[in-house]
C-alpha cells in the first residue's frame, strides 16, 4: 500500500503562514486530497487532487505539489483553523490516508 | 445539500457482525461512488469499501474476506457489514460520497466498540 508520511503536529500563531506536508512512498500522480477534521466531527474536504480548493473553502487554503510531495498551505492562519489535516491518495489501490498534522495556536 | 447519516448498534460482541446503514438525502446513491471509512483511535484512517453507482463494489484487501456493502435504493440508503468483529475493529465509522477519487461529502460518524 502507499504510505503517506506527515508531520505529526506543528504550531503557529494566528496571522503567520503554515504549510503542512505529506509524502508519499510512490508516486501517486495529483490525486492526492487534503481534509480538516475538528474534534467530535467528520473530515472536511479543503482540496482536491493536489491543487483545487473544495467549494466553500476559503481561499486562505491552497494545494501544491505532485508525484510524491504535496503541501497543504493556510495562509493567513486563523483560530479557527485549529484541527487535524489529513491528506488521502487516490491513484493506487488502496486509498490510504496520512496519519494526520494536528495543528495548534500559539 | 447532499447529507449522509450513519446508524446502527454502538456495542457488537466479539466475533459477531457489525452492520451498519448510510442514509443519505438530497442525493440519488443512482449517482456517483459511496464509502465506508473507519478512523480508530489515535488517529489511523482506513478506507474500507465502496460501492458504485451500478451496484459493483470494492474493498480494501486485508478486509475482503469479512466485509459486504449493499444498498437499497428504493430507501437511499446503503449498508456495511464487518463479520467476525475482534476489539481491532472497534473504531468511528463513516460513511461518505466518492466523487472523482475524493470523498466530498461525510456523515457525522458512529464509534462502535467491539466489546463482550
Known amino acids: 500500500d502507499t504510505v503517506l508520511t506527515q508531520s505529526p503536529a506543528l504550531a503557529v500563531s494566528p496571522g503567520e503562514r503554515v504549510s503542512i506536508s505529506c509524502r508519499a512512498s510512490?508516486?501517486?500522480?495529483?490525486?492526492m486530497h487534503w481534509y480538516q477534521q475538528k474534534p467530535g466531527q467528520q473530515p472536511k474536504l479543503l482540496i482536491y487532487?493536489?491543487?483545487n480548493l473544495a467549494s466553500g473553502v476559503p481561499a486562505r487554503f491552497s494545494g501544491s505539489g505532485s508525484g510524491t510531495d504535496f503541501t497543504l498551505t493556510i495562509d493567513p492562519v486563523e483560530a479557527d483553523d485549529t484541527a487535524t489535516y489529513f491528506c488521502?491518495?487516490?491513484?493506487?489501490?488502496?486509498?490510504?490516508f496520512g496519519a494526520g498534522t494536528k495543528l495548534e495556536l500559539k | 445539500e447532499v447529507q449522509l447519516q450513519e446508524s446502527g448498534p454502538g456495542l457488537v460482541k466479539p466475533s459477531q457482525s457489525l452492520s451498519l446503514t448510510c442514509s443519505v438525502t438530497g442525493y440519488s446513491i443512482t449517482y456517483n461512488y459511496w464509502g465506508w471509512i473507519r478512523k480508530f483511535l489515535g488517529n489511523k484512517m482506513e478506507w474500507m469499501g465502496y460501492i458504485s453507482h451500478s451496484g459493483s463494489t470494492s474493498y480494501n484487501p486485508p478486509l475482503k474476506s469479512r466485509i459486504s456493502i449493499t444498498r437499497d435504493t428504493s430507501k437511499n440508503q446503503f449498508f456495511l457489514q464487518l463479520n467476525s468483529v475482534t476489539t481491532e475493529d472497534t473504531a468511528t465509522y463513516y460513511c461518505a460520497r466518492y466523487t472523482y477519487w475524493y470523498f466530498d461529502f461525510w456523515g457525522p460518524g458512529t464509534m462502535v466498540t467491539v466489546s463482550s
Open positions: 487532487k493536489a491543487s
Open positions: 488521502q491518495q487516490s491513484w493506487n489501490d488502496p486509498n490510504t
Open positions: 510512490e508516486g501517486v500522480n495529483s490525486y
